[in-house]
Protein backbone atom coordinates (compact mmCIF):
# COMPACT_ATOMS: atom_id res chain seq x y z
CA UNK A 1 0.00 0.00 0.00
CA UNK A 2 1.50 3.51 -0.76
CA UNK A 3 1.92 5.93 1.87
CA UNK A 4 -0.55 9.43 1.86
CA UNK A 5 0.58 11.49 -0.89
CA UNK A 6 0.94 14.79 0.96
CA UNK A 7 3.36 12.83 3.26
CA UNK A 8 5.92 12.85 0.64
CA UNK A 9 8.65 14.77 -0.81
CA UNK A 10 8.59 16.84 -3.88
CA UNK A 11 11.26 15.48 -6.53
CA UNK A 12 13.46 17.80 -7.56
CA UNK A 13 14.26 18.38 -11.39
CA UNK A 14 15.39 17.10 -13.78
CA UNK A 15 12.57 15.04 -14.38
CA UNK A 16 12.03 12.47 -17.25
CA UNK A 17 8.69 10.52 -17.62
CA UNK A 18 8.95 6.94 -18.48
CA UNK A 19 5.92 7.99 -21.65
CA UNK A 20 5.48 4.83 -23.74
CA UNK A 21 3.31 4.95 -26.87
CA UNK A 22 0.11 2.58 -26.81
CA UNK A 23 1.59 -1.03 -27.33
CA UNK A 24 5.47 -0.21 -26.86
CA UNK A 25 7.19 -1.59 -23.72
CA UNK A 26 9.96 -0.64 -22.22
CA UNK A 27 12.51 -3.43 -19.94
CA UNK A 28 13.79 -1.96 -16.68
CA UNK A 29 16.59 -3.48 -15.14
CA UNK A 30 16.16 -1.71 -11.58
CA UNK A 31 18.90 -0.49 -9.30
CA UNK A 32 16.66 1.88 -6.81
CA UNK A 33 13.71 3.81 -6.53
CA UNK A 34 12.47 7.51 -4.68
CA UNK A 35 8.73 7.41 -3.91
CA UNK A 36 7.78 11.08 -4.26
CA UNK A 37 5.33 13.77 -5.58
CA UNK A 38 5.47 15.68 -8.41
CA UNK A 39 2.93 18.20 -10.71
CA UNK A 40 1.92 17.34 -14.12
CA UNK A 41 0.60 19.22 -16.39
CA UNK A 42 -1.84 16.80 -18.71
CA UNK A 43 -1.80 17.12 -22.61
CA UNK A 44 -5.02 16.38 -23.08
CA UNK A 45 -6.00 19.41 -21.69
CA UNK A 46 -6.88 18.50 -18.07
CA UNK A 47 -5.60 20.84 -14.92
CA UNK A 48 -2.43 20.42 -13.78
CA UNK A 49 -2.24 18.03 -10.62
CA UNK A 50 -0.23 17.06 -8.16
CA UNK A 51 0.16 12.97 -8.46
CA UNK A 52 2.59 9.91 -7.25
CA UNK A 53 5.59 9.96 -9.09
CA UNK A 54 8.35 6.60 -8.27
CA UNK A 55 11.75 7.84 -9.77
CA UNK A 56 13.60 4.45 -10.81
CA UNK A 57 16.85 4.21 -11.77
CA UNK A 58 18.64 1.64 -14.61
CA UNK A 59 21.48 -0.27 -14.56
CA UNK A 60 23.90 1.62 -17.11
CA UNK A 61 23.17 0.73 -20.63
CA UNK A 62 19.15 0.27 -20.09
CA UNK A 63 18.45 4.31 -20.94
CA UNK A 64 20.32 5.50 -23.76
CA UNK A 65 20.22 8.86 -22.07
CA UNK A 66 20.96 10.83 -19.24
CA UNK A 67 19.60 11.09 -16.38
CA UNK A 68 20.26 7.21 -15.26
CA UNK A 69 16.69 7.44 -14.20
CA UNK A 70 12.69 7.37 -15.11
CA UNK A 71 9.81 8.83 -13.40
CA UNK A 72 6.72 6.73 -13.26
CA UNK A 73 3.48 8.86 -12.62
CA UNK A 74 0.70 5.69 -13.41
CA UNK A 75 -0.25 4.72 -9.71
CA UNK A 76 -0.67 1.38 -10.80
CA UNK A 77 2.47 0.65 -12.11
CA UNK A 78 3.89 2.39 -8.96
CA UNK A 79 2.35 0.13 -6.63
CA UNK A 80 3.69 -2.85 -7.98
CA UNK A 81 7.11 -1.63 -8.06
CA UNK A 82 6.72 -0.30 -4.88
CA UNK A 83 5.82 -3.73 -3.21
CA UNK A 84 8.75 -5.23 -4.87
CA UNK A 85 11.31 -2.48 -4.07
CA UNK A 86 9.83 -2.93 -0.21
CA UNK A 87 10.51 -6.46 -0.33
CA UNK A 88 13.92 -6.25 -1.73
CA UNK A 89 13.34 -7.76 -5.30
CA UNK A 90 14.81 -5.17 -7.42
CA UNK A 91 18.16 -5.95 -7.95
CA UNK A 92 16.76 -9.65 -8.69
CA UNK A 93 14.11 -9.56 -11.99
CA UNK A 94 14.11 -7.06 -15.15
CA UNK A 95 10.85 -5.39 -15.26
CA UNK A 96 8.96 -5.49 -18.49
CA UNK A 97 6.21 -2.11 -18.54
CA UNK A 98 4.10 -1.87 -21.51
CA UNK A 99 1.17 0.23 -22.39
CA UNK A 100 -2.17 -0.74 -23.29
CA UNK A 101 -4.40 2.08 -25.00
CA UNK A 102 -3.74 5.58 -24.54
CA UNK A 103 -4.37 9.15 -22.66
CA UNK A 104 -5.93 9.36 -19.29
CA UNK A 105 -7.97 5.74 -19.91
CA UNK A 106 -4.48 4.04 -20.92
CA UNK A 107 -3.65 0.96 -18.14
CA UNK A 108 -0.32 -0.82 -18.27
CA UNK A 109 0.95 -4.40 -17.79
CA UNK A 110 4.30 -5.65 -15.83
CA UNK A 111 5.97 -8.49 -16.27
CA UNK A 112 8.58 -9.73 -13.87
CA UNK A 113 11.37 -11.58 -15.38
CA UNK A 114 14.34 -13.08 -14.42
CA UNK A 115 17.80 -11.28 -14.86
CA UNK A 116 20.33 -12.30 -17.65
Known sequence: ???????????????????????????????????????????DGR??????TFRVWV??????TVPDFWDITATTV?????AYMEAGDFPKATYRLMKVGQGAQARFSLDRLPRA
Do not use: H
Open 47 to 52: PRKEVY
Open 59 to 64: TPGTKP
Open 1 to 43: MLPELSSLPSLTPPFDLLDLRPGDSQALDLVRGQLGKSVINPR
Open 78 to 82: IAALW
